[in-house]
């Protein structure tokens, strides 16, 4: 896995959207896409939902910041993250994309 699959990969188990992605590493929305279809590859994931489960139980800093529940359904993926006192402190809602190659 290059260094910028790994970044992508990083920022998507963080919680961040393709769009943030795109913005925080300058690149383009196709680009993002692109790495999503090497880590797809690369991990045996058949969808996004399952690169953005895989990213976030690979994360260590957002679980060990209180990832508590991941949510895996068919349709879409949904992360809660909980502060160390149990409180609610953020969650995304991902939708499975079916599969979208980039060209």
């Given at each position: 896995?290059s260094a910028?699959?790994r ?5 998507l ?5 393709t769009a943030?992605?795109?913005r925080?590493?300058?690149i ?19 969808n ?12 260590t ?8 529940v ?18 609610l402190?953020?969650e995304?809602k991902?939708?499975?994309?079916s599969?979208i190659?980039?060209?």
């Amino acid at each position: 896995m290059s260094a910028n699959e790994r970044e992508v990969l990083d920022l998507l188990g963080e919680g961040k959207t393709t769009a943030e992605i795109s913005r925080l590493k300058r690149i383009g929305f196709r680009t993002v896409h692109t790495y999503y279809a090497r880590l797809k590859s690369k991990l045996g994931a058949r969808n996004v939902s399952q690169l953005v489960r895989i990213a976030a139980l690979s994360t260590t800093s957002e679980i060990s910041n209180g990832l508590a529940v991941v949510l895996d359904r068919t349709e879409r993926i949904e992360m809660r993250f909980f502060d160390h006192r149990g409180k609610l402190i953020g969650e995304r809602k991902y939708r499975a994309e079916s599969s979208i190659e980039p060209k």
